[in-house]
Each structure stands twice: as C-alpha cells, then as structure tokens.
C-alpha cells in the first residue's frame, strides 16, 4: 500500500512538473492541476496510511483513529487549490482573449523600456 | 521625564500636523511645537542630574534574544545633542511656519521634521548600538523626505536620492562595523562597550570595525571624498538644510566618533584616518566655498569645512582637543544655522540667492543685515565672538600636532583653512550687505516679520553671549559633554576666555584674518582662475558610478529575467532537488519502522488508473479536451483513495471541487484554442522529461521513506483526538479542528477564497471592458453546437434535483460537527446544485433568479464567521473560543448546538459565494446578444413548424 501511494505521488509530481514546463497556458494549468493533487496526497499521507480508522469518535466503545490534523490541512488546501485554479484559468483566458496567444513567455521587451528618467 | 518617552514623543507627534493641517497652518504649526516643546522640558528635567555627571537610564526589553533592546541613557554628550536637536527644532519650526508658502503642504512637512527629530534624538540617547543604527537608518529616509520635500524640483528629487544613497551606502558599512564591535566587546549595550577599550584596541577585528564604522561617520557628515552630496541637499527648503545640515544631521556622524572615542581614539590608525580626513575636508570645503555664488551653497561648502575642523580635533585623541571638538560643534550650530536662516530670508524677500545679483541690502534689511553680519563674523573667527574662541583653540591644538614626522603641515595647512574660511565669511558680509543698493533685485528686499527673524536673533545673542561670557554660559555644558566623550576622569587644564596672550594660536588667526580681507579684494581675478582651472565634478562621477551600477543590475536582472516563465519554473523545479539532495546527502536515514501494508485488489485497481490516466495526459495533453477528462479520471481516484485511507471528509471535499473545477476548465477551454501544437524541440522535451522525472522520484521517494518510519516527535494530534468531544462539543475530530481548534486558520481560508473570487471577478471585468469584448461578440464557435441549447429532460431532471440537492446540502451541513461533512462540503455541494441550474437553464434564466449578488454572500459569510469569533469575547475569551450545549425539547431527542455551527455557517457561504462567482464571471464571457430566451425550455412546435414549413415551401 505504501508503495503504491508513494509511486503515484512520484508519477503525479514527474507529470505535474512535465507539463508546468510546456510552453503554453492550458497543459500549464494541467500541470498545476496534478501537481495539486500530488501535494495534498502527500500532505495528506504525513499522517500514515490507515485504513478504516475515520477520526470520528465513537462514544461507546475504544478503537483506534487515524491523525486527524493532516486531513484538517489538506481539506482546506483542496478548497484554496480550487481558488487558486480559477485565478489562474481567469488569467490565461484573459491573457488568451487579449492577444490571441497562449504562449506563457513574456514577448522581447522593446529597447529603452522600463529606462527610468 | 522618561527617555523612552522623550525619544518617542517626536514620533507620536509626527501623527498630528498631518491631521491637523485641515484645521490651517497655524494649527499644523503649534502641534509640531508643542510637541518638541514638550520633549525640550522633559529633557531639560534632566539638568541636575546630567550636571552631577550622572548618567540617565531608561530601558525597555524589546528583543532580548537578538540583545537588541530599547535601551537608552543620557549623559553629557547625549544631552548637549538632545538639547541642540530640540531647541533648534523649535526655533526652525517656528521659522518654517512663516518660511513656506501657501502652496506647499506644510502638514506633511512637520510630519517628516517631527520623524526626523526623533529618529536624531532616537541616535543620541541610545545605549544600545542596534537600536542606534535603526535610527541611524531613520534619518537616511526622514532627510530623503525633506531633502525632496519640493517634489516638483527635479535638483530635489536628484539631491535627495544621492543624499540617501551616499549616507545610505555608509549607513550600511556601518551596520557591519557596529556589528564587529558588538561581537568583540560581546554585548550591543554602549555602556558596556565603552568600558572594553583594551580589549577592542588589541582585538584583529578593530581596524575593519573602524574603518566599517567610519565609512558610516564619514558619509553622514559629508567629510572628503563623500562631502559632495551635502551641497546636492540644499535644493532642500532653507528651514531643511538649516536644521539638517547644520546643526543635526550632520552631526550625526561627528555624535558617532565622540560617543565611541573613548574605545576607539588614540591608536595611530584612528589619528591618520581620522584627523587627515578632517584635515583634507576643512581644507577642500573651504576653498571651493569662496568660489560659490549660490549662498546655500557657499554655506554648505562652509559646513563640510567646519565638519571637517571638528573630525580632525576628534582625530587627534588628546582630551584637550576632544574639549575643543565639543565647544565648536556648540558654536557651529549657533552661528550655522542662524547663517542659513538669514540667507533663507534673503531669497525669500530678494527673491534671489545669487550673490552676483545681491549688494547693498544693509539699508533695506538692517535686521537681517545685523543678524547675519554678526554670525559670520563669528564663522571668520573674529573676537570677541564664539566662533574664534574654538578656532583659536583648534589652532593651539595643531600646532602641537605632528604628522608623519613633520611639525609643520598640519599647522600650516589648518591656518591656510582659517585663512579661506576668514575669506569667505568676509564675502558672505561684503557681497551681500555691503557695497551700494542695486536697482535690478528680483524681488522687493525687506526685513520680514517677526516670526522669521526671532529665531536666528536668538540664536546670534548666544553667538555674543557665549563669546563675552564663555565659561559662565558654557562652560558647564561644554565640561559635562567632554567629560562624558573623554569616558569620565580628570579633564585636562583649558580655560574657555577671548585673550590668553601672545600664542602661536593668535598669530596664526591674525594671518588668517589678514589674509582673508586679501582674499576678498582680491576676489574677482581668482575667481576667473579658478573658473578656468578644470576640476573633477563630483555629481558627474558619481552620476557615471550609479548609471555603470544600474546597467550592471539591468544586465544581470536580464539574464536572470528573459521573460520565458518556463525557464523560471524549470530553475526552481532543478534548485528545490538539489537543495533536497543535499539534505538527504547531509543527513541519515534511520530504517524502516513499519510494516508494508497489504493493498488488497481494490487499490490495486485505482492505482492502476490513476497511473495509466496520469501516463495519457502527460501524452496525449495536446488534445485538451481529452486530457480535461482524464484529469476528471485522477481526481476520482484521488478521492476513492481518500475515503479508503479513513479520510471521509477529504473524500467528500475532493469529488465536489473535482466537479466545479472540471466546469470551470471546460467553460475557459471553450474559449482556447483545443489543441496545443508542437513547439518544443525533441532535445528540449527529453531535458524536462528528465528534470520532472529526477522530481518525481525525490518526491516520491521522500513519501516512502516517510511512510514506511513512525513520527520522529509526539503528534499533537493526540490532544485533537482527546479534546475533540470535551473541549469542541463534536466527534468529527476533522471538522472540530477546522471549526475550533484551528478555527482562525479557516476564517483566513475565507477570506483567501473570497479575495481570490473577487480577483476573478474584477479580472472579468477588466477583459470584458476592452478590446476583447468585440471579439467575443463576433465570434463565432470553432465547434458545432448542440442543436437544442438546453434539453428538456435536462432542464426537468435539474429543476426536481435542486432541492434534492440542497436538502443533502442542509443535511452534510448540520451533521458535519459529529459525521463527515460540514460548511466547505456543504458550500461545495450548494454551489453545484446552482451551477446546475446556469447548465441546463442557461445563464439568463438563471441570473434572472438570482435575488442575492455572490459578492455579497461571500461577505456575509466572512462577517458571520467574524461575528461568531468576536462573540466570544463578551464571554470574556479570546477570538474565536467556541461554547456548546445540549438542548433537550419534548418529545424531540436531546440534540446539540454549538457556536461552531454559526461560525460553520460563515465557512458555508463563502464557499457558495466564492465559487458561484468564479463560474458566473466565467459564463459571462460566453454570452452573446440573441442567447437569452424567455423560456428556458425553448422546444417551440410552431417555430420548428414555421422552419419547416420554410424549407419546404
């Protein structure tokens, strides 16, 4: 089990990174997109792996739970990760609809810009 | 009076003439007097003490781990500049008051004056040396504001910047230095640093420490080669440069070598740094002073003269100069400043600080003329006023000077100096008072009001005062301040008197003074020599310097910074592995602790999809549309994964934003081009295959390595567990955590998502307000649309589901404290139960029914959740502290309430804000004119009758 979580954090990063790394907006996003889930699995695999253990009490009997504070962490990481993918769609599409152009490299700055006087 | 308050009154009071300018200028005036009058009183209180030779101390722990605190004492030589600081602040303020026009907003002026103030005050009464240097630092960016006070003069705005980066540069070397003599002396607190002489002497890190700590003395006191930006700074308004560079600022640096004098003077490295130092610049300042014609300019040249008069007097180390020092930093900054006023109101009545244009103002400004005329004479070291009492000590201590072996030069050079410095205190007089009344001033020459002259009246009666009756006005004061730069014991025999008979000292000034008046006959034709004479220009070099820096930056910024994002990310992504490499090479992997699990098949199964999702998108990601679907694949897994790793909320949590954020992609790639084309050579993708695959195995490695140890520490998650039900009032340990104990983090969480939505939504409306919104509305759709824009199962099946779905909503929503659930899941799957309205019914229709704007739902949840916290605290508990109950009502089961649920509430409708406003902006771009139809369920039989009946007939 904890290989198999372990490798598909790996697989999830490598893919997240490949595609951050292309040259256009939308695989960009993708990429943003895997990486996210890498890291909240991660984040989330901080607290061990166990299985049919929810952090929920039960009040009449003793029984294990697993770490509940890694999962406290992650929930809101997933909903700010959401937040964050819409901003950055928002920004493509816009950038995307202003010059017709998704590419993410800034264009050559022409000579004397940013001179201050 | 406390000093902590006396250093901190300056500051508060900064506040007030920026209030109070609304109330007219009078009022701006009297609160920054009455405040610096305020502090005057509460340092004269000090008197007696500081005349017993007591030290005043006042200490308050600010950050005693870094030993930085603010701690403050006052002896001698702090209360002569404290005094100076505030007496000639009051006296300026009173001056800038009548000074400043109409047109220039004096609120602000006063503002930055009181900062100044108290960043100088800050300097003088500090014990501790970091707390010096960030007032050091202060006053670098106080005198920026008030060099360029006039915005709209482009010499302020130049003067100021060389003006901060040259004593900003210093202040920096300084920081160093202090730093050093903190480490030797092994405590930041001056007055055990003065106490450590031997050991900082014979320490290998105290030439370093001094020639840091010099370098920062140095370029605030304009001393040679830095002097140049001191007369850059008069671009200032007059009552700035009389005050700042005249009796404080500048001083600062002098305030420096005489604080640590006693640790630092006296070895051979301090004589020659030090005293050629002042030597050159009393010498430079003064001959290039003659030959200015800009007053403020001749008496800034003046000044670094006379800056570099006292450096040499503290650089030669014996107690008796170090006296002499002290009596003329009193005398400069009476006649100094008294000198800059007068010439301030000479341009402010003439119209003009040109001395060629000036002559003959004595019958039209006898006031001034007096004031002025005796000031500098007391600047030309004439009997029997103050400023030849300290000159003619300063020559009585250079001619027992002996340099590199020779008796002579510094005796001679220090007479040359005098000489020109007689020459042009006579010019100052001469050219500007005397000779015959002219025709052609600029303006209508008058003496000005009271308000103006009053100040430099004063300060010329203590010129008189203390040349007639030294040692009864200041000899108290000069002995208190000596005594406390020489580190206490015995002062040498002086005596402060006009006539000690026929010295060397006496011959020399009386050369001096000959030799001026020469000078000044001889003006004109020098001048023409020296006009021709071609000499260096210090703003040029130093203009060439920053111009060559700042290429330097823009060429490595640029190298660094060429616009290919992709770049960027590929720096960090290779910087992060090797940092993490290097951790795992520098550190030890202890071995496993725990078992492997035994996956079973049903992971076994997920595994495999994600990995062969993950492996499609990386490539087939060309084909967008494609890869949006199997990224909806990864996420469904994740979230099985989720629920099977005993985390029911994240799984939750995880499917309903897979769901809006899969919209959300979908509704912006509608707008995108669907493909990506090939771009990138095959050498250049194989280099970041590599780089995320290197990535990917550190990532994933580091994960196993976790997960096969138990936790290095004691988890707090235990105290969760324990205190979840008792202390939270819920058994759903996640939720009471986000809720409660962690209930300030979420309300952040909040905030982040709803700023993050109005981003979104200012974003939409910046494109859909330009150019953009033309080429929205003539596009047309690069795929063919759906015949029937919103179906009629679809449009029943949603309508039905609605409630269905907000009633689940409620429902996740109210057990969320105890079971999984809760606002964020709740919120999420309220978002969608709308969202799926605006798909099937369309956008108009939807927006047509929408009673509330998301903005502010976001809003409310925010002030919910702030309003929950805040009722904690008229139960007397801090933010946020939570309370619950059961309620028990007949024939219902006992339940519970908790403010939680309230503050959960608050979670709940930022979430449906924030995430119906992200898609609603999105939805906007697609909206084109003719879309919105009047019933949603469209299906009209006569429309399509009529169409057919029109093709067929």
Sequence with gaps: MELLVASAVGILTAAGIYLILRRRSFPVILGLSLLTYAVNVFLFATGRLVTAAPPILNKYEEVAYTDPLPQALVLTAIVISFGMTAVVVMIALGAYLSSLDDRTAMPAEPEGAGDDA | ?953
């Design chain 2, 1 to 953: 009076m406390s000093l902590f308050l006396i250093a901190a009154l300056p500051f508060l009071g900064a506040v007030f003439p920026a209030l109070l300018i609304r109330a007219g200028r009078n009022a701006a005036a009297s609160a920054a007097g009455l405040t610096t009058l305020l502090a005057f009183i509460g340092l004269m209180l000090h008197i007696p003490a500081v005349f017993r030779g007591e030290t005043v101390y006042s200490a308050v722990d600010w950050l005693p781990a870094l030993g930085l605190n603010a701690h403050f004492f006052l002896d001698g030589l702090g209360f002569l500049f404290a005094a100076m600081i505030l007496g000639i602040g009051l006296l300026i303020i009173l001056y800038a008051r009548y000074y400043l026009s109409r047109e220039d907003p004096m609120g602000q002026f006063y503002s930055y004056l009181l900062l100044f103030q108290g960043a100088m005050v800050g300097i003088v009464l500090s014990d501790n040396i970091l707390l010096l240097l960030v007032f050091w630092e202060l006053t670098s960016l106080s005198s920026f504001l008030l060099i360029g006070y006039w915005k709209h003069l482009p010499e302020g705005r130049q003067g100021a910047r060389m003006a901060l980066t040259v004593t900003g540069s210093g202040g920096l070397a300084m920081i160093a230095g202090m730093l050093m003599l903190g480490h030797i002396a092994g405590s930041y607190d001056l007055s055990v640093i003065l106490q450590n002489k031997e050991a900082i002497q014979s320490s290998d890190l105290y030439l370093p420490a001094l020639i840091l700590i010099l370098l920062g003395a140095f370029t605030k006191s304009a001393q040679f080669p830095f002097h140049f930006w001191l007369p850059h700074a008069m671009a200032a308004p007059t009552p700035v440069s009389a005050y700042l560079h005249s009796a404080t600022m500048v001083k600062a640096g002098l305030f420096l070598m005489a604080r640590l004098w006693p640790v630092l003077a006296g070895t051979p490295e301090w004589f020659y740094i030090v005293a050629t130092t002042g030597l050159v610049t009393m010498l430079v300042g003064a001959v290039i002073a003659l030959f200015k014609d800009d007053l403020k300019a001749l008496l800034a040249f003046s000044t670094v003269s006379h800056l570099g008069l006292i450096t040499m007097l503290l650089g030669f180390g014996t107690k008796i100069a170090a006296v002499a020092a002290v009596f003329h930093i009193i005398n400069h900054a009476t006649f100094k400043a008294a000198l800059f006023m007068t010439a301030g109101i000479v341009d402010h009545e003439a119209g003009t600080r040109d001395i060629k244009r000036l002559g003959g103002l004595r019958h039209l400004m006898p006031v001034t003329f007096t004031i002025g005329t005796v000031a500098a004479l007391s600047m030309a070291g004439i009997p029997p006023l103050n400023g030849f009492l300290s000159k003619e000590m300063m020559l009585e201590e250079t001619a027992h000077t002996i340099w590199n072996g020779s008796h002579l030069i510094v005796p001679a050079l220090a007479t040359v100096a005098a000489l020109f410095s007689a020459a042009y205190s006579f010019r100052f007089i001469a050219h500007v008072f005397l000779g015959p009344k002219r025709e052609d001033y600029p303006g209508h020459p008058h003496d000005p009001n009271t308000g103006m002259w009053i100040g430099p009246a004063f300060l010329v009666l203590l010129v008189v005062l203390i040349g007639f009756a030294s040692a009864k006005i200041a000899g108290p004061m000069v002995a208190t301040a000596a005594g406390a730069v020489t580190g206490g014991g015995e002062l040498p025999y002086y005596s402060l008197k006009l006539w000690h008979g026929l010295t060397p000292a006496l011959y020399m000034s009386i050369a001096a003074t000959i030799g001026g008046l020469t000078l000044l006959a001889l003006h004109k034709p020098l001048q023409r020599v020296w006009n021709a004479t071609p000499r260096p220009e210090a703003k040029t070099i130093f203009e060439a310097l920053i111009g060559a820096f700042t290429r330097l930056s823009q060429a490595v910024t640029d190298g660094l910074h060429n616009g290919v994002l992709t770049r960027y990310a590929a720096i960090m992504v290779a910087f992060t592995v090797a940092v993490g490499y290097a951790a795992y090479r520098g550190g030890s992997l202890g071995t496993a602790t725990r078992e492997m699990q035994d996956p079973g098949l049903l992971p076994v199964v997920g595994w495999f999809a994600l990995v062969v999702a993950t492996l499609f998108i990386v490539a087939k990601h060309r084909n967008r549309l494609l890869a949006l679907v199997l990224i909806g694949v990864v996420g469904l897994v994740v979230s099985m994964a989720f629920n099977y790793l005993s985390a029911p909320d994240l799984a939750l949590t995880q499917i309903s934003v897979e769901v809006v954020t899969i919209i959300l992609m979908l509704l912006a790639l509608n707008f995108m081009p669907k493909e990506t084309p090939v771009e990138t050579p095959a050498l250049f993708r194989l280099r970041d295959g590599a780089i995320s695959v290197v990535a990917g195995l550190g990532a994933g490695g580091l994960i196993y390595a976790l997960l096969m140890r138990d936790f290095a520490f004691p988890t707090i998650s235990d105290f969760h567990l324990a205190n979840s039900y008792k202390g939270g009032g819920g058994t759903n340990v996640v939720n009471v955590i986000l809720v409660d104990f962690r209930g300030y983090d979420t309300f952040g969480e909040i905030i982040v998502l709803g700023i993050a939505a109005m981003v979104i939504f200012a974003l939409t409306e910046a494109v859909l307000g330009s150019k953009v919104r033309a080429y929205l509305l003539n596009r047309k759709p690069d795929l063919p649309q759906a015949g029937d824009a919103h179906p009629l199962m679809m449009v029943v099946a949603t309508r039905v589901m609605m409630p269905l779905a907000l009633m689940v909503a409620a429902y996740i929503f109210f057990r969320g404290h105890n079971l999984p659930g809760g606002g964020f899941i709740a919120g999420l799957i309220a978002a969608i139960a709308i969202i799926m309205q605006y798909m099937a019914s369309g956008f108009a229709w939807a927006t047509e029914r929408q009673r509330y704007p998301y903005h502010a739902i976001i809003g409310s949840g925010v002030l919910i959740a702030a309003a929950t916290g805040m009722g904690a605290w008229f139960n007397g508990m801090p933010f946020l502290t939570s309370d619950f109950g059961y309620i028990h009502w007949e024939p219902l089961e006992e339940f519970e309430w908790a403010t939680a649920a309230l503050f959960d509430l608050g979670v709940f409708l930022a979430v449906v804000g924030a995430v119906l406003l992200a898609l609603e902006s999105l939805s906007r771009f697609a909206w084109q004119p003719g879309m919105s139809t009047e019933h949603a369920m469209d299906i009209n039989p006569a429309r399509d009758e009529a169409a057919k009946t029109g093709t067929e007939g």
